[in-house]
């Protein structure tokens, strides 16, 4: 590991088929036992119980020379194939493989552009199609079935072939479980409910933005003063810098000692109260690391709440420039220390409503942890160990479904402890591995396993190599962000460098009009919410799920439906004025801005200004009217 980029190598010794079965049968299961050759002692014992609804296949036996297990599953030629947790590049993964291990995404993400192979030589950050912060070994089938295999090991989930998928774990799962449904809708539903739903998004979020803001306290008054003048919607304040700042070569970074820093933030606690009677809620940052120059890092060490090394020793991670220690959240004490000590009392006593829970990816794998289990099996499940941490510390204080957390991180079992998921560091450009289109296909993947809501960094956030925000991405960014279920803005790595949304009054007047289109959106997307936590839908929906028939929409990564009934194409493209979006078959769709309608089944041409996004309404839909409004938000 680099500063959370892993580099992965395997030689495989030797790959054995086993190609001999016997099979024992009772009232409920059947056993069957693999074996390399007819007759000879099984190397592989599993369970398989069936029903309508699918089937678990547990594994309850594994020679002990075996470390490895490729597991080929029946496939269709034109099969479609999605999830695999977040997947930022491809919706549709068919004719690729994806290695499944929670890692930092990388820079540019695509080895072909100029951009990663900076990135690549200069700090080996720049990432390939598949890296993601939150990958999940389970997948979704156009043949309507949902697989997910229960482990933690690292993965790769191959789909280049034509008869079959082939799934390589490095280590026997625990099980493989699939579902089963008659339509994509029903299937979403069951896998939600396997995975747990997340707590209620919170109902203040739907006042306006959520202003991201770095520059300490009198930065901020101003700012949200300026931003309310020119008539845009504020919910909150997010100001990360709360703890205060340590200056790197890569940027403004954070002093990851989570407390009030008072030299920013003077009388923090009495500020964020008056910000919440003025009906602002005020939210900062947070990560499970803790900086060996601050005060709770020795408070840890000493308690015996850190990973060590396998010898004992201290261990540190480098998190460029500065070192931090490993909270071990496989020790219950240290879980229940961090959610208490740290944000029971720092943050949600000290006023906080809310914060960026960040990282989770970086467990190293050569660290010794309180459980005895080898780092490289708890390395996956590290990020639902700290979501949990966070949903914890929320519900000790009764906050659950009103103080808000967002994490970028996850793996199988996240979904019922994480509010709100972000979509990690986007580069501030459009390109089309880590530009603004990349958050619509993060959504998309990760809604159909469990994950209703979903949002991004208005206008990106990672800048280098003199690559940095324009005007127009702000203003594209910010009309998607209207379309989903939070919309935040972020001065990125490197503020003084980027362009910010008040330095021109044309984009200040731009997203306060987006704001206002936000909140004219509200009462609809709280029927997506109740949705959400009845059935566990997502909010940002593939075509596909409410037009199954329509092959077309199987592959489309970067439009979805926001609910069954308003369909937005984003702009993600510099440059552009006009747009031509697919509107699936079975419907008439209505265009917000100019009330045209057209019907389902092509790509239309429509005028695309800025303010005025790719907006589309179901015809006849029970919504339309109420939707049609926003044009006059």
């Known amino acids: 590991m680099y500063r959370g980029n892993f580099d992965i190598s395997d030689y495989v010794e030797e790959r054995v088929a086993l190609a001999h079965a016997s099979f024992d049968a009772t009232d409920d299961s059947l056993r069957v036992s693999l074996a390399r050759v007819a007759g000879g002692r099984a ?87 598949y890296h993601t912060n939150y990958p999940q070994p389970t997948y979704v089938s156009s043949t309507r079935y949902c697989l997910h295999a229960q482990t933690t090991a690292y993965a790769d989930f191959d789909f280049r072939r034509g008869g079959f998928h082939e799934l390589q774990f490095w280590a026997v799962p625990e099980r493989i479980e699939l579902l089963t449904a008659r339509t994509f809708v029903d299937l979403v539903e069951r896998i939600a409910a396997r995975f747990g739903k997340p707590p209620r998004l919170p109902d203040w979020v739907f006042n306006g933005a959520i202003l991201g803001l770095k520059n300490g306290r009198d930065h901020a008054d101003t700012l949200l003063a300026k931003s309310r003048e020119a008539g845009v919607a504020v919910a909150g304040l997010w100001c990360e810098d709360w703890v205060g700042l340590r200056i790197t070569s890569f940027g403004k970074r954070l002093f990851w000692d989570w407390k009030w820093n008072e030299t920013r933030y ?82 949600l006593d000290a006023g906080l409503d809310g914060w960026m829970a960040d990282f989770g990816e970086y467990l190293p794998t050569d660290v010794k942890l309180a459980n005895g289990v080898d780092a490289m099996l708890m390395h996956n499940a590290w990020p639902t160990l700290w979501a949990k941490v966070n949903a914890d510390a929320v519900a000790s204080r009764g906050r659950t479904g009103d103080a808000l957390f967002f994490m970028r991180a996850g793996y199988t079992g996240v979904q019922k402890y994480c509010p709100l998921l972000w979509a990690g560091d986007q580069s501030v450009d459009f390109t089309r591995h880590d530009g603004l289109q990349t958050v619509v296909t993060g959504a998309l993947s990760s809604g159909l396993l469990g ?92 075509m596909f799920l409410h037009f199954e028939d329509d092959r077309a929409t199987y592959d489309i990564h970067d439009q979805y439906l926001y609910g069954p009934d308003l369909l937005v194409a984003p702009v993600h493209a510099a440059g552009a004025e006009r747009w031509r979006p697919y509107l699936p078959a079975g419907a008439r769709w209505t265009h917000v801005w100019s009330g045209e309608t057209f019907e389902g089944g092509a790509r239309v041409d429509v005028a695309a200004p800025l303010g005025q996004p790719p907006v589309f309404v179901r015809a006849g839909s029970a919504n339309e009217a109420a939707l049609l409004a926003i044009a006059k938000a």
């Open 266 to 347: 003077p009388g923090g606690k009495a500020w964020a109260a008056t910000l919440r009677a003025d009906g602002v809620r005020f939210l900062g940052y947070v990560n499970p690391y803790l900086c060996n120059d601050g005060t709770l890092y020795a408070e840890a060490r000493d308690a015996g709440y850190l990973a060590t090394r396998l010898d004992g020793g201290d261990y540190l991670v480098d998190f460029g420039e500065f070192w931090c220690g490993v909270v071990d959240f496989t020790n219950p004490a240290a879980s229940d220390w961090f959610a208490e000590r740290v944000i029971g009392k720092e943050m």
């Open 43 to 129: 190397d592989l014992i599993l369970r398989v119980k069936a029903d309508e609804q699918g089937a678990t296949i547990d594994f309850e036996y594994a020679a002990p020379g075996i470390n490895r297990l490729w597991w080929r599953v029946q496939a269709e030629s034109d099969e479609a194939v999605w999830g695999c947790g977040e997947q930022m590049s491809y919706f549709n993964l068919r004719g690729r493989h994806f290695p499944l291990w929670t890692s930092e995404p990388g820079v540019g993400r695509d080895k072909r552009t100029h951009l990663t192979w900076q990135a690549d030589v200069t700090s080996r950050a720049g990432g390939d199609y």
């Open 451 to 542: 994950n209703p809501y979903h949002h991004s960094d208005i206008g990106g956030y990672t800048s280098l190599f003199g690559n940095t925000r324009t005007p127009e991405l702000f203003m594209r960014w910010a009309e998607m962000a209207a379309f989903t279920p939070v919309m935040r803005t972020h001065e990125g790595n490197r503020p003084d460098e980027n362009f910010q949304f008040w330095q021109d009054a044309g984009v200040l007047s731009h997203f306060a009009q987006m704001t206002r289109v936000y909140r004219a959106l509200a009462p609809y997307v709280r029927t997506l919410v109740d949705d959400a936590e009845a059935r566990g839908l997502p909010l940002q929906r593939p």
